[in-house]
């Protein structure tokens, strides 16, 4: 009944879907818009607000430590995929790379093509947390946020930013682009933080 593509899980991967979450063996796209075209040679990420202006190259990211990551995602249109294998740069690495005001206790994470979403400091600042330019030992396909996303595993994966290229550190939390369309500020997906309740 579940058809072709959501299947019910084994009693060990229940215990990894949270609630009113299905298991997915295909890799759905979800985007809002376009899949915005990016040059690599062009491609820029930069960091802003409570942050030392800083602006960084594909290079940049290329010479930094990369690491391997198997994390489950979590979608609140309720597609869960468990074990995706990813290759990237870890945001606590990343973060010994730049200068953040110790005001700083908000991120708004910014992307080619306008798409925002915004996290705390707490929920961006944690060692499971990457950038990612690899999935299952392949270049980021376009589709999935290639060349760069980020992924933040424990939320729903609306805040894990594809074709990211800038991070805006905050002292007050502003809300992005589907928190500001009622989804919850957090998205928390064992506590099925979905939508704000303002
Ligand atoms: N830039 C950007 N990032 C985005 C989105 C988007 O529309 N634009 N969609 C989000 C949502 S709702 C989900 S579920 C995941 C989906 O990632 P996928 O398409 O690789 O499965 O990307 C998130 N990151
Ligand atoms: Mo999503």
Redesign the pocket.
């Known amino acids: 009944m579940l058809g072709k593509f959501f299947q019910k899980p084994t009693q060990q991967e229940g215990d990894r879907v949270p609630p009113g979450q299905h298991l997915t063996k295909g ?7 376009a899949t ?1 075209q990016i040059n690599i040679e062009e491609w820029e990420f930069k960091v802003w607000g409570l942050a030392t202006p800083k602006t960084f190259k594909w290079s940049d990211f290329m010479e930094s430590p990369h690491s391997e990551f198997t994390a489950d ?1 979590h ?3 309720r597609w869960s ?1 468990l074990d995706v294998k990813w290759t990237g740069i870890k945001v606590t690495d990343f973060m010994k790379s730049i200068e953040v005001d110790s005001k700083a206790a908000h991120v708004m994470e910014h ?3 306008g ?1 925002t ?1 915004n996290i705390s400091m707490e929920d961006f600042v944690r060692e499971e947390n990457f950038f990612a330019f690899q999935v299952f030992g392949e270049p980021l396909p376009a ?3 290639g060349p760069l ?1 980020l992924v933040v595993p424990h939320l ?9 290229n800038g991070l805006e550190f905050l002292e007050k939390e502003d809300l992005g ?2 928190e500001r369309n009622g989804y919850h500020r957090r998205g928390e997906p064992w506590a099925e933080e979905r939508y704000s309740s303002l």
């Open positions: 890799f759905p796209v979800l985007t809002y818009g915005p995602f979608c609140v249109t995929k992307c080619y093509g798409y979403t589709e999935h946020g996303r729903y994966a609306w805040k894990s930013a594809k074709w990211i682009f589907w």
